[in-house]
């Protein structure tokens, strides 16, 4: 069976809770992931969370924008002793497939899931189907884009925001990250999130030279048009995007790569 992305090492910045799966879609194609998490994710501790948690039943939908969101938004409700059930009379938004399979793991239906995988079609399409939503609860974390918001503030809808995590760059990665690099033992560089990038260009930043050289030759895959934007921002050109903005879409649009390159 033809195997495109046989031995190709393959460079896993998520975090190192989300990385798991990821390595193992990869080595399922015969890949050799690399795994160096960038990113780290903190519960934020704000009391506001718990004025807005104490009064779910007062919102008709609650938009979730990533499973860890999810993960927080349950571990925040039974830190403040919070019972889920006032969730019973609300309506759930997820923004892709992963956030939809962390609600099912926690026991709720999902009403609304976009058709493309983003923030901004989430906005966009959820608008279309329900034009007067009534009260929604956006559940994100504190480096969400403002797609969703300024979506609805467009809409005149009335909505409040509960961040419950913060995400933050791992520094411990450093060595790690860039003793690959050193090593050229990358073939391919993947992407999450804008965070992602981020958190690579801090973590390179002290050696310009070679970040520079980086950027404008390796071969990246970025998950979606939000992530490519964020990379092409920070000088990166070779860069592939799914059709399908998960995990699986990343993996067979490299495998398309590499099949079309051989051929």
């Keep these: 069976m033809d195997k495109p992305l046989e031995g190709k090492r393959v460079l896993i910045t998520r975090s190192e809770q989300q990385a798991e799966d990821f390595a193992r879609k990869l080595k399922e194609a015969e890949a050799v992931p690399k795994i160096v998490p960038l990113l780290r994710f903190r519960k934020r501790e704000a009391p506001s969370n718990k004025k807005i948690l104490s009064k779910l039943h007062e919102f008709t939908w609650v938009f979730f924008t990533s499973a860890n969101g999810v993960k927080f938004f349950f571990e925040q409700l039974e830190d403040f002793g919070l019972d889920v059930g006032q969730l019973g009379n609300c309506r759930v938004a997820a923004v892709g497939r992963k956030t939809k399979q962390a ?6 239906s999902v009403d609304f899931t976009p058709q493309k995988y983003s923030g901004k079609q989430m906005a966009l399409e959820f608008m279309k189907k329900y034009p007067d939503p009534g009260r929604v609860l ?12 300024q979506q609805l503030e467009r ?17 411990a990665a450093r060595e790690d990250l860039l003793s690959f690099i050193r090593k050229r033992e990358l073939d ?11 958190a690579f260009m801090k973590l390179t930043s002290h050696e310009p030279d070679l970040q520079e050289k980086l950027v404008s030759e390796v ?14 921002k920070r000088g990166f050109t070779n860069i592939l995007v799914p059709e399908e903005y998960t995990l699986d879409g990343m993996i067979s649009r490299l495998a398309r790569h590499y099949d079309t390159e051989r051929n």
């Design 155 to 171: 809409q005149q809808v009335c909505f409040q925001k509960a961040v419950v995590y913060d995400t933050l760059i791992n520094t």
């Design 103 to 108: 609600l099912h793991k926690q026991g709720l």
């Design 138 to 149: 956006l559940v994100c974390g504190g480096l969400a884009r403002q797609e969703i918001p």
């Design 219 to 232: 071969l990246t895959v970025c998950i979606g048009p939000t992530t490519k934007e964020a990379a092409q």
């Design 188 to 198: 391919v560089y993947t992407f999450t999130s804008p965070s992602t990038v981020k």
